[in-house]
């Protein structure tokens, strides 16, 4: 086994952990021989306990990072808003790759202070890039009946969020039909054109 394929047998084997039983349960013995290697080379490569939950984050959060670019930039169905495309995405992201988007959505306590950080940005990115996507949609914002553009991304980003959640806790009763519907409904009720305007 390569470098790079152990390093990456031992930071699924954390998640894994993570997902199951939570931050708490992660120590460096459980690790070794759910790896079948010893102690010594997961310290070899991560240098203590913090440094190994960090080097897990940090891998989870690129690839939800990578896998949320996709999603923004999946082309909408006909008749499907961007907004949902890009639900569609993210659901697709989610069903492929659960205990990463557990971890990120729904984390459990104990995990290191950098995961909160880096959760903090990712909220301030997306709201961001909603508010990009709305402005090129409209620059002058002239067309949209809702008057409070700024709520209005707050409480879309928010919702988005627990659509996710619902998926993970229970991806039988909130299929991805359900959910897109949803999504629909929300971009519509938020982000509505006045009678008379001609869609982008």
């Known amino acids: 086994m390569s470098v790079d394929e152990r390093r990456d047998q031992i930071l699924d084997a954390v998640r894994d952990l993570v997902d199951a039983e939570g931050f708490h349960a992660v120590a460096m013995d459980r690790i070794a021989q759910a790896c079948g290697i010893t102690r010594t080379l997961i310290y070899q490569q991560f240098g203590n306990l913090p440094g190994l939950l960090l080097a897990m984050v940090d891998r989870e959060f690129g690839r939800a990072a990578a896998a949320f670019q996709r ?63 709305l402005l090129a949609a409209d620059p002058a914002l002239s067309s949209l009946t809702n008057p409070d553009r700024a709520l209005a991304i ?42 008379g305007t001609p869609a982008p």
């Not at 569609?88 to 990120?104: C, F, N, S």
């Not at 880096?118 to 709201?127: I, M």
């Not at 980003?157 to 999504?183: I, K």
């Open 71 to 133: 999603a923004e930039r999946r082309p909408p169905a006909p008749g499907q808003s961007r907004f949902a495309a890009g639900v569609a995405g993210v659901l697709e992201a989610v069903d492929a790759d659960p205990a990463t988007w557990r971890m990120l959505l729904m984390p459990s306590q104990g995990g290191p202070p950098e995961l909160y950080e880096r959760l903090e940005q990712a909220r301030s990115l997306t709201r961001a890039h909603m508010n990009e996507a």
């Open 154 to 195: 707050a409480m879309l980003h928010t919702m988005s969020q627990e659509l996710v959640r619902l998926r993970l806790r229970d991806p039988a009763a909130y299929t991805a039909e359900r959910l897109l519907a949803q999504a629909e409904w929300m971009n519509k009720a938020m982000f509505g054109r006045k009678p």
